[in-house]
Structures are given as C-alpha cells and as structure tokens.
C-alpha cells in the first residue's frame, strides 16, 4: 500500500454524503464459490498500540514477515504462524515495506534501511541526507537496490559497497515500484502519474502517463500488463474509483499510449497484487476488508471469486500473495494478521522449493516418571557431561575415601561478652542468630582456615559486670521487685516507658545544682514545657526519699515537640536499631538549647504581662529570635523552635545559636566593664531591647564564646565574629594525640572549607579559626565516637596494650571459679577486679583534672596532669576543670546507658534502677568492646558546690 503525507485517508472518508450510498455496501455476502478460505489469524507483536504497515512472504524460507507502525518486525512460520523472530528495527518510525534477500532481510523506515539475518540479529543500518520519506524497494539484482519515497530522486544503492547513486526523477516522487519480470519497473507517484523505467539504465523514463487524476493507491505488473486504482477528482473532492484499470504497456515506448480498459467492482479497491501461478489472475482488496480475484484480461463482465477478511470493522492497510499462490496474507490497523489458503489446502505452502528455517536446538528433556512407579530405574537417566578432566564420584580412588567429622562453628562473639560464669560454667542468652534446632559447621575453605589462623592470636573478652548489664526491673505496689539493686539512697528512674534512653542524662542533670536550683524555679503558662517538667520530675526525685520514679510526664511532654521528633530523638517502643551513641549526644545539645530558649521567652512574657498591667496601651512588639514563631491558641502561647540538623547532629563545632547570645554576651561585657545596673522605670523600648539581650541561666552555666575568623585564600579578606555553643565536640585527626589535644581542637577548631566570598563574589576556599574568649563554669564534651576513625581512636591504645600484656604472659580468659577464686596473683579475669586490676591490657582512661588557659594571642593550653601548671604571666585567664560526670554507653546485646555521677566527693553508677558506688579510677577507664564514653562533663573547681 502507497503511504500518502497529505492525501492517505481512509475511502470512507473520502466519499461524500452523496456518494456514499452509491458505493458502499451494507454487508458483504461470500460467495460459496470462494477459492480462498481463512487459515489462522494472529495478534502480532505490538498490535495492541500499533497496526500492521507491510507485510510480505519470504521468497527462501516458509517465514511471512510483518513491520508495523512503531518500528518493530516479526516474522512467524507456516501455515500454523508460529512467532519465529522479534526485533525492533526503529525506535519510532513505521515499517513502510520489507524485501527479502537469501543472507537476510532489508526493512525500510521514512529515514534509514535496516539489515538482519532472519534470526533477528542486526548486520547494518543504512542512513543518508538523501532519504528523507523513503516508500518502497526493488531488488535489481543480488547487490542493487533501488529505493523510492515522497522525493524527487530515486536512490540506487549498492550493497557491497554501500555506495549511493541519486538518480532525480521530474514526478512527485515514487510511492511504489513494481516490475512484471522484465526490464520494465512501474514506478507510481502520489500525484497518479505512472513512468516506466528501463532497469538498466533508470535515469530517463521509457514512458509516462497520468493513470489517476487525483493521486494513486496501488499498482502491480505481469508481464506486460499493469492494474492500477486510485482516486479521482469530483468537484474538487477526491473520490476513490470502484474499479480498477488495466494497463497493457506494449509498444509503449514507441511514443504510442498503452490501451486501457477497467474492470468494475463493488467497492473501491485499496490494494493489488497479481497471482504469481496463474497468468491474467489479480487480487484486489478493500479498505474494509472485501477481497475479489479477478481476471484481468476479460474485459467483459465475469464473475468474480469474492470473499471477505474479518477484521472487526478494522482497516485493511497490507497484502501479499506467496509465490506459489497458496496462500494470501492480509493486515489491518488492529494488529491482526489473517491467513488465507486455497479451499481444502490446510497446509499451504509459500515456496515451492524452500529451504529448512533454522530454529534453537531443544532442551534435553527428562524422563517423565509418576511418583507412585516404584520400578522405575534411575540408572536410565543420562548424567550431564562433565567438564575435561573431571571424573564421577565413583571413579575416584579409594584414597581420597576418608571419614571425617566435620568442625563446629565458633563460639559467636554476642554470647561470650554476655556470658556470666557461674564456677566452671558459663550462662549466656542466645543471640538468635541461626533458627531452632538448626547447627551452623565451618567448611575447610582457605578464607575460614585464615580466619580460624588470625583469631587464635586475639585475646579472649572478659564478661561484662553484672552491674552493668541491662536490668529489666518493674515498679510493683510495694516497690520493685529486687531490694538489692540500690542501697545508697539515691532516687533510680524507670526505663520500661519509650525513649527512656535520656534516663542516664536526667540524672546527670538532677545532680548539677545550678542547673536544678533554676529548674525549681521555673514556672510558665506553657501546655507542654519541658523545663517545668524537668522542674516537677526534680520534684518528684527530692521528695521519693531514695525510692524509684518514672520520668512519665517528661517523656509525654517531650514527644510533643516537634523538634524532637524532626532530630530523630523520639523512638518507637520496639526500636532496637538506633544508635544510642550518636542519639544521646544529639539529645545533649538539644535539651540545653530547649530550655534555654524556654526560659528566655518566659522572662520576656512576665516583662510584656508586668509592662500591660501598668500601661493601657500594648507595647511594641519585641524583636524575637528568628527561630521562635509565636502563636496565639486558646489564650496561650505556642512557641515553635526551629532548630536544624547542624546545630545538633552535624560533628562540625559551629553549630551556633548566634543571635540571643551573642548580643547577650556583648551585652554581659559592657555591664561588667561599666558597672552599670538596670532600673526597672527606664523606657519600653530600651526596657524590649535589654530583654532581648539578656542571657539566661543555662547561657551563663554551658556557654562557650568564641570570636571566629574567616580568611579568603584567594583575596585574602578577614571576617570576625562572635559565635556561641552550649556543647563543643572533640575533633579526632591523625596521629597520636592525647585528650587533652583532642579538646584543644575542639576548643580552637581550624579547618578549610568552601565559603562564599563578598569580595569575590564567589565560593571560594576559606580557613576558619576559632579562639576561644570565654570558657564556661561547666563543660560539656560530646565524645563523638560514631565514625569508624573516631572509634579507631578508643581501640588503638588497647590493641597496643593488648599485645603487650600478651607478651607478658597475661591472658584475656575468664577463670573458671569465677568470684569463688582465692588463688593469690590469679592471671585470669574475674568480675569481680576485671576493672580494677592492673594487669587490664584493654582499657582506655580519661584525665579526672583539667588546667586551661587562654593566652593572650588567642591560643589555648590544656594540661592533664594532676599538678597545676606553673603561673604564666602571658595567660589571660586560666581556671581548673574536673571530672564530675559521664555517659557511657554499654555493648551488652541490646546497648544501653549509664551514668556516671560525682557527688560528695564519692562517684555512683546509674544503671536505671540500680546505684552503687564505684571507684574513681573505674569511671575513667573504657574498653572498646564493651564500653565507651558518649558526654562528658568537666565543672570548675571555683564553680563546684562545696563537698
């Protein structure tokens, strides 16, 4: 079928109202008579989104290949269809015509030429500037093609070279090309006119005529008669002819017209093709499917052989014939190809001397046998070749026949460190790492074999204390259930209610008394503040006299915050994957900057309340930090803090909250260096804006004040500024370094990052430098500890003290009498002095004392050592630190937290529940399989409560 840009419509549309009774049939009764009857009909690949565009026989092989509308073909073999091939030959473009050759086929798109061999692999892709809305081919010879579209060329390629010639025809192009066997090819153009060519030399035609006067449908040659149809003009309207022409071309080229005569039809006919077996035989089909066999060379009126396709009120859009006239192959618009073959020939053939098609070699199958034959012998089913050299088991020698236990799997490292000894054995809760009733063994590969190797030189892990592993007490009526946990008379708080991880830092922070002297007495109208629920849990702890309490109401409260929950500090009550190392850190950083935002705002309402009673109009408002959002609901405020995840998570010692306390701080500065003391009746505004610059209790007890320098790389340009943290974090580097080195960096942090530069416009590289100004009364350190290189800080003392206790002679085994030893100089672990013997080789310690001074160039000196340092005359300032607090957090299968609290100069374990005294010297020592340190905090010694 001819492909039209502008003139391809359907013949029912292109029929008017007037015309459309004359020329249209109802429906189509078959003639019995029929020569064709319908075979199978298929679904091709695709047809549920694109229509079938050309369709033809294979002149080698029993194949029908099929292209349709989105550049896909498949091919399917015999009379049943069966699917042969599949492939895509263009992403968009339709398949306009296919010709096949003995290695392959070629499939023409508007733009290109595809070439694949009939199994579907692509040999090449033919493209060029000249083929711009290519049509059909013509095989000249087995290595010419000659190619025609909606242009004014034709295009003569030939196949081994690849090699183009442009052969420029005068007509509007060449929408088919047909040849009768001889040296003439028809070619037809849109516009209706006919040229015939000789194929020996293309370039000038034998002969022209006009065969339609609006534009042409389809043609085919035998021999040397050619039919014709198409549409003609009708008041300017073009009409489909229900007839086609007949064309006989003798003697055409003697500047004579060939005769013509047509043959009447029922409906107008789409497409033509001859029957190649029988001479003056045609096939003319309809756009809704009628098709007629037609003798060409009767003019007079003869019956026709009609039958119909059904293609479910579809368009008719290809047709072939095979070369052997069996069998007809129809297309239509739905996706549908449908078979058709000569009456009583249910298997047709479509060549008369094809080849055999080339299908995949079939699976070897197995012998089918039922499960009840109990005769059945397995020595019948054939064995799979073995590769060379390999032989079955039953051929090795009686050598390699050996009778060997296979070795158990090693002991899991979870059950050793929770192992407790009792005598000579050991009790452990199961990991559930494998299912019940299931014994994991060890193949003797070589990585186990190097495994097994590389553990035997590892030291064996001690258990861990009872009294800090995880206890799972209840509050009962009549207490708990366990009186021996607690005998100091310290109140223990409850960890059975969700996100009762913070247990360990509300005692901390019970047991600083500035901090709970300003909690006391805090009182705000708030629904859910966490700094008078702080205050009411102090309460509740002050009046127990030593018995437990549940944190309920603060952990309510604290699960309403919605900066909680945005920082992932609220968990799920089954949650046992989150990291309580990294969770109680961020949780630190947060609770200090939670209230003391809290009690900004509380004193900045109770001024505005104080300021309304003695004044009828409404103050100005008061500048507010730009992370507070104030609303109004039902007669309370709301404050909504907005905090981000730098401020808290981020390991950067910048996280700042700069605007309340850095004018606070310069606020500070200039009342000390001028004395000056507040009235309560100077004016409003000066009254909002001292408000504003007030810090508050929790400022004055944790802030660190730093100036910051920013220095451009690249121009050079300094910036300073204030910044203020309630929290700093160690910075971890390379090499060894000590802790008090780590502090120093933390403290005076230098780093480069990218940054944007005013002078430049631009991000460019910057070096910051921090110095400190003003240390606080107590510091608090967040350990880190959460990245592989921060952890490799704590381990790599203790594997070199490992190693050295090993050579030693000291061993890492638990003894076998446990706490009933009485062995004098026993090498072995106890739990009972597993922490404080001196023969430890995995533990690490932290400095109980620390002397700080801030020189007068901004640098600052950390020392360890237990004697303060000698006065320097170029320190600015200098003050002592002390150990008075720490969180620690246990590996102990499901890892939890405890405390560490220093009170009357006697340090105490919180483990929830159970408090026991324990000594300094285990406070300070951690191991790096079982426990290491999250917060610590460091109180002056001028600021420490008396003993």
Not at 297 to 325: G, I, K, L, P, R
Request: hydrophobic share 35%; glycine share 6%.
């Amino acid at each position: 079928m001819a492909y039209y840009s502008d003139l391809c419509v359907q013949s029912e549309h292109l029929l008017a109202d007037p015309y459309q009774t004359d020329y249209s049939q109802q429906y189509l009764i078959p003639n019995q008579e029929a020569e064709y009857e319908v075979r199978s009909t298929v679904l091709v690949d695709g047809g549920d989104r694109f229509g079938v565009a050309s369709v033809v026989f294979d002149k080698y092989e029993e194949l029908i290949w099929m292209g349709n509308q989105g550049g896909h073909v498949t091919s399917y073999y015999g009379p049943a269809m069966q699917k042969y091939t599949s492939f895509q030959v263009h992403e968009s473009e339709e398949v306009r015509d296919i010709l096949t050759v003995e290695n392959g086929i070629f499939a023409l798109t508007k733009t290109s030429l595809r070439h694949q061999i009939r199994r579907g692999i692509p040999k090449h892709t033919h493209k060029s500037k000249s083929m711009s809305d290519m049509q059909c081919l013509y095989q000249v010879s087995s290595h010419k093609l000659l190619m025609g579209g909606h242009q004014d060329k034709l295009i003569d390629l030939d196949l081994n070279k690849m090699v183009e010639n442009i052969i420029k025809i005068p007509e509007e192009g060449s929408a088919v090309l047909r040849s009768g066997g001889g040296s003439l090819v028809a070619c037809g153009s849109a516009n209706g006119m006919v040229s015939l060519r000789d194929i020996r030399c293309p370039g000038k035609a034998e002969h022209s005529f006009r065969a339609h006067s609006a534009c042409l449908s389809d043609l085919d040659m035998q021999g040397d008669t050619l039919i014709s149809c198409g549409f003609t003009q009708s008041g300017g309207v073009a009409v489909a002819e229900p007839y086609l022409l007949v064309w006989d071309v003798r003697g055409a080229g003697r500047r004579r017209a060939p005769s013509v005569w047509s043959l009447p039809l029922g409906w107008p006919p789409l497409l033509l093709h001859f029957v190649p077996a029988v001479s003056g035989r045609a096939v003319a089909l309809g756009g809704d499917g009628n098709v007629a066999l037609l003798h060409v060379n009767e003019s007079h009126n003869v019956d026709h052989s009609v039958f119909q396709v059904d293609t479910h009120s579809a368009h008719c859009s290809a047709m072939d014939v095979s070369s052997t006239s069996q069998a007809l192959v129809f297309g239509d618009q739905a996706g549908h190809l449908h078979l058709f073959s000569a009456q009583h020939n249910h298997e047709p053939r479509f060549n008369n001397f094809s080849r055999g098609t080339e299908f995949a070699d079939p699976d070897p199958g197995l012998p089918f046998v039922s499960l009840n034959d109990t005769g059945f012998k397995y020595s019948s089913v054939p064995l799979p070749p073995l590769a060379s050299g390999s032989k079955w088991l039953n051929e090795m020698p009686e050598a390699f026949y050996k009778r060997v236990y296979r070795k158990p799997k090693t002991i899991d490292p979870e059950v050793l460190k929770s192992m407790k000894m009792q005598g000579p054995i050991g009790y452990a809760p199961n990991p559930k790492n494998t299912r019940r009733n299931q014994i994991p063994y060890v193949n003797d590969t070589l990585e186990d074999l190097q495994a097994v190797r590389h553990n035997d030189f590892v030291p064996n892990i001690q258990p861990i204390p009872k009294c800090y592993l995880k206890m799972d007490f209840r509050l009962y009526k009549h207490g708990v259930d366990d009186l021996e946990i607690n005998k100091t008379g310290l109140p223990g708080l409850e960890a059975t209610l969700p996100n009762s991880y913070c247990n360990s830092m509300l005692q901390v922070l019970y047991y600083i008394p500035q901090l709970k002297t300003t909690l006391l007495a805090h009182t705000c109208a708030k629904e859910f503040c966490l700094s008078c629920e702080l205050g009411f849990l102090f309460r509740t702890l002050d009046a127990s006299g030593g018995s437990p309490c549940q944190a309920s109401n603060f952990l309510r409260a604290f699960r309403t915050v919605p900066e909680a929950a945005a920082l992932g500090l609220i968990l799920d009550r089954g949650d046992q994957k989150a990291d309580l190392v990294t969770l109680i850190q961020s949780w630190n950083r947060f609770i200090l900057h939670q209230i003391h935002y809290e009690i900004l705002e509380t004193r900045k309402k109770e001024k505005e309340l104080a300021f309304l009673t003695q004044n009828s109009s409404p103050p100005k408002p008061s500048r507010i930090s730009s992370r507070i959002n104030r609303q109004v609901v039902n007669g309370q405020y709301v404050e909504d803090y907005q905090y981000t995840e730098l401020e808290f998570l981020g390991p950067s010692e910048y996280e700042e909250f700069r605007e309340p306390l850095e004018d606070s701080w310069k606020s500070n500065n200039n009342d000390e260096e001028h004395n000056h003391v507040r009235s309560e009746s100077i004016d409003v505004s000066n009254n909002h804006n001292n408000t504003d610059r007030e810090d508050s209790e929790i400022s004055q007890l944790f802030a660190i004040v730093r100036q910051q320098l920013n220095r451009c790389l690249k121009c050079n340009k300094e910036e300073e500024r204030m910044s203020v943290a309630l929290a700093c974090a160690l910075q971890y580097g390379g090499g060894e370094r000590g802790f008090a080195d780590l502090l120093r960096a933390a403290l005076a942090a230098r780093r480069s990052t990218p940054a944007w530069c005013e002078r430049c416009a631009r991000f460019t590289p910057t070096t910051q430098r921090a110095r400190p100004h003003r240390l606080p009364p107590i510091l608090a350190i967040n350990c880190g500890g959460t990245t592989a290189q921060e952890k490799a800080y704590w381990s790599k003392s203790v594997t070199k003290d490992a190693t050295e206790a090993l050579k030693r002679g000291l061993t890492g085994k638990p003894c076998r009498y446990g706490l009933h030893c009485a062995r004098p100089g026993c090498r072995f672990k106890h739990p009972d002095r597993g922490l404080s013997q001196s023969a430890s080789p995995d533990s690490c310690t932290l400095p109980h004392r620390l002397h700080v001074r801030l020189q007068a160039d901004g640098d600052v000196l950390i020392d360890d050592k237990t004697d303060p340092p000698p006065v320097d005359k170029r320190a600015v300032w200098s003050d002592s630190y002390a150990l008075t607090a720490v969180i620690a957090c246990v590996e102990d299968g499901p890892r939890h937290l405890v405390a560490y609290v220093s009170r009357r100069k006697q340090w105490f374990l919180f483990n929830d529940l159970s408090i026991m005294p324990v000594s300094a010297e285990e406070v300070v020592q951690f191991s790096w399989w079982w426990k290491s340190p999250c917060v610590l905090f460091y109180t002056s010694v001028g600021a420490a409560p008396p003993s």
